[in-house]
């Protein structure tokens, strides 16, 4: 390497010569001398550069796979060239600085950029200079192909002894059933070695997947002073006695037994569409639509739409629910009995009414071969009316209302049997009587009901349970029909009803009430939101802070605390999307639905979570970010290139909050030293959609949290030394009042893995610059599901701004090629000028989605908003701009952006205005921008 460098000095020094007449500012001068390969798989990239006759050193900025321009930059690898250097260099420079280099390339982005070119440039030091000298040497030098390691096959045996393990290199093991526990583990050379059990046992025993290091350090010493050592290993893999995992897979039925099963269930309604139920008169609009209702003019989504069920069963999976309860319990004559019988008992059932009632039931049905298609574990319990006189009349083949349900149903069940939840030996199916249930257990309408049930034979066929509401306050029901209640309620098990709606009132007298089976509590129901400040009976009038889960959650908290006392075989959560005025009051505070929304996000779905993971006792055994938000998805394990004694990598994966990922001091807020974490999927790869980042927090305040981050994500877990990251962009989320930031990638990724790397530090308390983090994590379709491609896509002709660069003027979004549009710089993330950018189409058209296309460099998306501001012309207006929306979509790896608008729009055009601007490749990675590369609008 020295005759090379010689070399390569030499040559540069003639250069140099050349150049010394160069206008001010003085030139960037310099030259990259080689390669160092590395054991663990990096490379160390050696050279020098400096301004000439300024002593002070310069940074380095580093271009893979070609110049600026067309190559990728990458900011981990630019560092400060102040290394102390030869005489020669100095002559060059005409200083006596230190300029010399050293830029270890992890071995990460070996494998991701594997044979392929690097350019290096030395960049003006002087305020208000830009740009940079590319340095003698670029392009002729190659990152060498990654070194594979020779560990890091998954176990599937009893036992497996794992050799080939280097000293000093991170490397794999992992036991594809069971976990880990060490037998035994050697260090050394030959016959001089050294056990490394204790520190294998430490950090693997009861793992299914660690990353151990071995060396003198951890191993206990040097059994063969300087000799490249080894290390093999023996573990079992050992099978767990228990599982929290949520009972119920896709290929069976969910078998419940009395006293050691416990379900959560939560209330679904599947009556949503064009031709049924839709969102029109709601205090709040779903954040999921469909183009069936946006087209007919409609708020809100389809409930046959398969990417609104898609999308509801993995949250619905993500809450930890095993169940949902379905309802067709209204209307049961018109949905039930033939449109003949049903019109002369019903005055109701007209032939639009019975069209309306049949479409409801026909969604709801849909459920059973749609969830079957997708392959969910979630079951059904299917829940018809009963509480309507007209339900027991006798249609003209001989049956009822009831009976033309449970026939239905039973259909259903038959044919998709591994969706039933089995109770007593049969599928549970529920029959509601709604509110007020009188004792007459001979007479009312209730007890005929189940006399019918019984006398038909449908006993034989299902468990058959009857259900109501507000039992809290009908003590005639009760166990103690005269007591005053100061805490939950038993029913008399003379009225064993199901009760699906309670409320948790104590300055009212007003508790949940349940049923026992033998010595088990059977049934429990857990209300979102409760009542207005009286007892609740019909009024909706009057808002109590108090009853609202909104906030903090305290209401359904409670509600869950008295599950935690009861542990009932059934838990009923009410509930998901009625979007209806029930009893129990109903406005935009105290709704008790949970399905996201404009006005409360996922505000509920999260504290919901939160509580059943809790309740099933998860939060130790399978999360290690609770109470994040939905879809969190275990980690396994972390790595950095930057650890700061006793603040290992592994703290940010550990779950203990506590506990914390720290690298050493920055000088500055820049990353000089390429700094980054990266955590791995304990169950990888999956489908993600958002990082969860827990700051480290000092009295309560976030420290070391970086300002601004790169994120990067892989898809492979094959081999955790050497992914293929793909970039996905540079983000500024900050912790909130918990510590907990959330990134939303804006588009669904298959990830094994993440990799944090901060643009600007954050800063320790007191004082100092670090990457500081306590959790890190990936979550799944925590938005709505990534719009589909537009069948129809309509060019911008036109294009308008009011902020421009001379030489990206917005006119180069109107047709795709290399050219892009520019603002100017801004200092800050923030569009303090009201910078705009508009395109106008040939003709007025139907819309629903806005394409952005970002400006790219290599795989990168460049100075593409994070968040911005969507408006559309108004009908018949080229001028007059309506507010649409405020967005926050993120180019794909292709670089397009697909905005679903929620609706469809007459209009001629497109105004998009940033909100929180993101950086251009310049050559300190901290200019603030305005740009995109093409500007189109679609249908549908």
Request: hydrophobic share 35%; charged share 10%.
């Amino acid at each position: 390497m020295s005759d090379i460098r010689h070399f390569a000095l030499f040559s540069v020094l003639l250069w140099a010569a050349a150049s010394a007449s160069a206008a001010s500012p003085a030139p960037i001068l310099g030259n990259i001398d080689g390669m160092t390969p590395h054991s663990d798989g990096s490379q160390t990239l050696h050279g020098w550069t400096c301004q000439q006759g300024n002593n002070a050193a310069i940074q380095t900025n580093v271009y893979l796979g070609g110049p600026n321009g067309t190559g990728t930059f990458s900011l981990p690898l630019s560092v400060l060239a102040n290394s102390a250097n030869e005489a020669a260099v100095n002559t060059v420079c005409q200083d006596t600085g230190s300029h010399r280099f050293n830029i270890t390339i992890p071995a990460l982005v070996v494998g991701q950029f594997s044979g392929q070119r690097i350019y290096v440039y030395g960049l003006y030091p002087q305020i208000g200079a830009t740009g940079g000298g590319l340095l003698n040497g670029s392009g002729t030098c190659a990152i060498a192909t990654a070194q594979a390691l020779t560990v890091g096959n998954t176990c599937t045996g009893v036992v497996c002894d794992y050799t080939g393990a280097r000293e000093g290199v991170s490397t794999e093991l992992s036991c594809a059933s069971g976990t880990m526990t060490v037998q035994s583990a050697t260090f050394g050379a030959g016959t001089s070695t050294e056990s490394c059990a204790s520190y294998l046992a430490s950090l693997c025993n009861g793992k299914d997947f660690c990353e151990p290091n071995f060396n003198n350090g951890s191993c206990g010493g040097d059994p063969d002073p300087n000799v490249y050592k080894s290390a093999s290993a023996i573990v079992s893999c050992v099978q767990s006695s228990t599982s929290t995992e949520f009972p119920g897979v896709a290929a069976e039925p969910l078998v419940v037994t009395s006293g050691s099963s416990h379900v959560v269930a939560m209330a679904y309604e599947a009556w949503f569409g064009p031709h049924t139920l839709n969102f029109q008169n709601v205090a709040a609009t779903p954040l999921l639509s469909s183009t069936d209702m946006s087209s007919a003019g409609l708020r809100g989504y389809d409930s046959a739409d398969p990417a609104i069920i898609r999308q509801h069963v993995k949250w619905l999976e993500n809450l930890g629910m095993d169940a949902v309860t379905i309802d067709l319990t209204n209307g049961m004559a018109c949905t039930f009995d033939s449109f003949a019988f049903a019109s002369t008992i019903d005055s109701g059932c007209t032939s639009g009414a019975a069209q309306f009632w049949q479409n409801l039931k026909n969604n709801t049905g849909n459920l059973y071969p749609a969830w079957t298609k997708l392959g969910t574990r979630l079951k059904i319990i299917p829940m018809i009316g009963g509480a309507d006189a007209d339900s027991l009349s006798v249609d003209t083949d001989g049956k009822t209302a009831i009976e033309h349900g449970l026939d239905y149903f039973a259909g259903l069940m038959s044919q998709y049997p591994n969706l039933s939840v089995i109770y007593e030996g049969k599928p549970l199916i529920l029959v509601f009587f709604g509110a007020a249930q009188s004792p007459d257990t001979v007479n009312s309408q209730w007890a005929k009901v189940m006399q019918l049930i019984a006398q038909k034979g449908y006993n034989s066929m299902f468990t058959v349970k009857m259900a109501a509401g507000l039992m809290d306050s009908q003590p005639a029901l009760w166990l103690n029909a005269n007591s005053t209640p100061t805490g939950p309620i038993q029913m008399s098990p003379k009225y064993p009803f199901f009760s699906l709606v309670d409320r948790l009132k104590p300055s009212y007298g007003l508790y949940p009430s349940y049923n026992l089976n033998g010595s088990v509590v059977e049934n429990l129901a857990a209300s979102i939101s409760t009542a207005s400040s009286d007892n609740g009976w019909g009024s909706n009038n009057t808002y109590d802070p108090g009853d609202a889960l909104r906030g903090n959650g305290e209401t359904f908290q409670a509600f869950m605390a008295v599950a935690d006392q009861l542990k009932p075989t059934f838990l009923f959560v009410n509930q998901f999307n009625e979007y209806t005025h029930p009893d129990q009051g109903w406005d935009a505070n105290t709704i008790n639905d949970m399905d996201p929304t404009n006005l409360w996000g996922f505000q509920t779905f999260q504290v919901v979570r939160d509580q059943i993971y809790q309740y099933r006792g998860l939060y130790s055994s399978n999360l290690n970010m609770a109470g994040s938000p939905i879809g969190y998805l275990p980690m396994g394990s972390a790595s950095s290139n930057d650890v700061l004694s006793g603040w290992p990598a592994s703290s940010a994966v550990d779950g203990n909050f506590a506990s914390s990922y720290s690298s050493y001091p920055f000088t500055s807020t820049a990353n000089t030293r390429g700094t980054y974490l990266a955590a791995w999927l304990k169950n990888g790869p999956q489908l993600v959609s958002h990082v969860l980042l827990r700051a480290r927090l000092l009295s309560g305040v976030p420290t070391g949290f970086p300002a601004a981050y790169d994120i990067y994500v892989t898809a492979s877990s094959a081999s955790q030394s050497s992914p293929t990251w793909t970039y996905v962009g540079n983000f500024t989320a900050q912790p909130d009042s918990n510590g907990l930031a959330t990134a939303y990638l804006g588009f669904d990724y298959t990830a094994a893995g993440v990799k944090i790397v901060p643009t600007l530090m954050g800063t320790n308390n007191p004082g100092g610059n670090y990457f500081q983090m306590a959790e890190i994590g990936l979550g799944t379709d925590y938005l709505q599901y990534a719009p589909s491609a537009p069948s129809t896509v309509y060019p911008i002709v036109s294009a308008t701004s009011n902020d421009a660069l001379s030489t990206q003027p917005a006119s180069n979004v109107v047709v795709s090629s290399n050219a892009y549009y520019s603002s100017n710089y801004f200092s800050s993330s923030a569009n303090d000028r009201g910078t705009y950018l508009q395109g106008l189409m040939g003709s007025q058209q139907q819309v629903s989605k806005v394409i952005l296309t970002a400006r790219m460099s290599g795989i990168q998306p460049i100075a593409f908003p994070i968040t911005y501001d969507v408006y559309l012309t108004a009908p018949g207006s080229k001028t007059s701009w309506n507010f649409i929306g405020h967005f926050s979509t993120s180019p794909n790896a292709n670089g397009v952006a697909t905005i679903d608008l929620g609706g469809t729009y007459a209009t001629w055009g497109v105004q998009i205005i940033p909100t929180t601007l993101s950086v251009d490749d310049n050559v300190t990675g901290l200019n603030h921008y305005f740009q995109l590369s093409q500007i189109q609008l679609g249908s549908p």
